[in-house]
């Protein structure tokens, strides 16, 4: 355990001096959320579908993994996803596209992996404020026809259709129970209730979480392991190819014996390895043996090595399933989002950014000025010029 961890296990004295400021915390939160049920505060309604993917706790949770997950589920189905988030780094201000040429010190390490393991299949965009976020990846790519928006689910200004909670099953990821600062909660757990569904990441899982009646529960599962080579993803190596190799293992700190306890359950055996603090991944500090032949890390720590990494930089890398429930789910709330006539109404041309008029029985919308109709497949617009027929001539709209 790290020191974080240690803190958010325990109770302490420091523990009982917070809890008033936790408590503070909750009333505030909950004093938000009634000034925005009594339209007293606004959210923002935008013109595509946003799903929000957050955890109830500090950190992760393994809600990066999902967030790829369920973009890739969603192209399969013709769907156009873009991805938004704050990105934690010290300069978010303006929204900000990422890529995986980005430098983490300017997006942060987070929007980073995001970039390396969505490998460009959407557009990442992050920024301070979520909702001009949302509207500058939309501005910059029409085509997007829903967004992902990694955390936010205390951010009530941006209008959401679904919210999806993650849980961590691995490390008692409750904590001590308290709210934050005192505890790791970030809400209340009766807020698990209100949510659309609940995911539980299930990576060694010991715990039974009971998330109420009403939510339905998803599981994600590990899978496959193997290496990828950081500059070719298309690279790969299966787990015992690497057992005989000499392996040079970087770490960032807070993640070291994680890390080692997987690889030596992997089997592989580890002669060197050096442990770096998370900011200092730079050429200078990664130093190895000159007759180590893989130098292996997290992805996590990987993609701050992309400007400077060689062929022997290799990655571990672990498949993730989820049950199918889930996608059906997020795809019958994003038809009924588009049933609706006022959506259809807020929808552009991608072009030439004017008003559609909404053909019900030819289930298309037609853009008058371009002479296009965007078809309308499966309950969903498909906002792309190259799938929208051209009028002919004589055709009346
Ligand atoms: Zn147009």
Not at 142 to 161: F, K, M, S, V, Y
Not at 207 to 228: A, D, Q
């Amino acid at each position: 355990m790290n020191w974080s961890e240690l803190y958010w296990h325990r109770i302490t004295p420091l523990h009982v001096i917070l809890w008033p400021l936790s408590l503070f915390f909750i009333i505030l939160l909950a004093f938000k959320r009634l000034l925005f049920r009594l339209d007293v505060l606004h959210s923002v309604k935008l013109p595509v579908p946003i799903i929000v993917i957050d955890s109830i706790t500090v950190g992760d949770a393994g809600k990066t993994s999902l967030v790829i997950l369920l973009i890739k589920s969603l192209k399969t189905f013709g769907l156009h996803p873009g991805i938004i988030s704050r990105g934690y780094s010290e300069n978010y201000g303006s929204p900000l596209p990422v890529t995986i040429s980005s430098k983490p010190s300017v997006v942060g390490n987070k929007a980073l992996l995001m970039a390396y393991l969505s490998k460009g299949i959407c557009p990442i965009w992050i920024g301070h404020d979520r909702v001009s976020v949302a509207q500058a990846l939309l501005t910059a790519h029409p085509e997007c026809n829903a967004l992902i928006c990694d955390d936010g689910l205390q951010d009530l200004r941006l209008h959401r259709d679904l919210e999806i909670v993650m849980i961590d099953n691995s490390k008692l990821s409750f904590g001590n129970g308290l709210i934050f600062p005192a505890g790791p909660l970030r809400d209340t757990l009766s807020r698990l209730n209100q949510v659309d569904a609940v995911v539980v990441n299930e990576k060694s899982s010991k715990l039974s979480i009971n998330t109420g009646n009403h939510v339905k529960t998803f599981y994600l599962r590990p899978g496959n392991e193997y290496f990828i080579n950081l500059l070719n993803s298309n690279y790969r190596a299966k787990i015992p190819t690497f057992r005989n190799k000499f392996i040079h293992v970087v770490t960032d700190i807070n993640h070291s014996q994680d890390f080692l306890d997987e690889l030596k359950y992997l089997k592989l055996n580890i002669k060197s390895h050096s442990v770096i603090n998370d900011y200092q991944f730079t050429k200078e500090n990664i130093q190895c043996p000159p007759d180590a032949e893989i130098i292996l890390m997290r992805e996590k720590d990987a993609v701050k090595c992309l400007d400077f990494a060689n062929e022997k930089f290799w990655v571990l890398h672990e498949e993730i399933a989820i049950d199918i429930g889930l996608r059906e789910i997020i795809l019958k709330k994003l038809r009924e989002k588009f049933m609706d006539p006022k959506l259809l109404d807020i929808l552009v041309c991608p072009l030439c950014k004017g008003p559609l008029v909404y053909k019900r029985n030819e289930k298309e919308l037609i853009c008058k000025p371009d002479r296009l109709a965007f078809p309308i497949r499966d309950g969903i617009p498909v906002m792309l010029e190259e799938e929208a027929r051209i009028l002919s001539v004589e055709e009346e709209i």
